[in-house]
């Protein structure tokens, strides 16, 4: 079987001084030193943007406002280089730790011809910010009740085929947010394609343990509404 071609993907929008930019630094470098291209959609000043390129990301301008807009955007992008026979790995860009576990995560790709969507289970979540870890193991549940998998989508990365990219691609929301990728995921499941996980001992980046703050909290609740939301726009439920 031929050597799969990984394109990694993700979106970023940060202010000069936001110390997340950093994080998003390091992931790209890491990107390269793990022989992966990765392709960004930002929506941040051109300073930014810069930088962002100098670290060794493919970095577009992002061409609408929107959350979704802007995923399916760098997953057009993250296409293109992946080819029709690819694999495309989204990941959130401060997320830097998890770059080393995606030749791990992507082994079933070349066991499994038929398989199209692989979503990491993460060992454990102590390394999170404990208001996070209440959250995402709601969030977890609740892609379990939706959909009938017990998968950890609330981890973050998803990692498919190219000939499932549609999935992404065509959804539109509403609302359009952090469900533009947990719908997607949730249809592959409940239409019968192939979608399995693989279980990695992810670390979360330490710098992200200083999140553990009221806007966080808020942050983490509208993710739970927004597509708790979503489940019922989008998936027939009882």
């Known amino acids: 079987m031929p050597k799969l071609n990984i394109v990694l993907a993700t979106t970023t929008w940060y202010s000069p001084d936001n110390p997340r930019l950093s994080l998003a630094l390091k992931m790209a470098r890491e990107a390269g030193t793990n022989g992966y291209p990765l392709v960004v959609v930002d929506n941040s000043v051109e300073e930014v943007r810069q930088t962002i390129q100098k670290a060794g990301a493919i970095v ?11 995923r399916r955007q760098v997953f057009r992008e993250a296409l293109r280089l992946a080819g029709p026979n690819g694999i495309v790995v989204w990941l959130e860009p401060e997320k830097y730790t998890f770059v080393p576990l995606i030749a791990k995560v992507c082994e079933p790709f070349e066991q499994n ?13 102590e390394t999170y910010p404990i208001m996070q870890q209440h959250a995402e193991e709601l969030g977890r549940e609740g892609f379990r009740l939706a959909t009938g998998r017990a998968l950890d989508i609330w981890a973050g990365p998803a990692v498919f085929r ?18 533009s990728l947990v719908i997607p995921a949730a249809l592959m499941v409940t239409t019968g394609r192939k979608v399995d996980e693989v279980v990695v001992d992810y670390h979360h980046p330490p710098e992200q343990l200083e999140e553990n703050t009221f806007p966080f909290y808020e942050k983490r609740i509208e993710q739970l509404t927004v597509i708790t939301e979503s489940y019922r726009n989008h998936l027939n439920l009882n």
């Open 113 to 125: 011809p038929d398989l199209d969507l692989v979503i990491p289970r993460r060992r454990s979540l």
């Open 60 to 70: 577009h301008p992002q061409a609408e406002r929107g959350m979704g807009k802007s």
């Open 162 to 179: 190219a000939r499932v990219a549609h999935y992404y691609l065509d959804y539109k929301g509403p609302p359009d947010r952090w469900d």
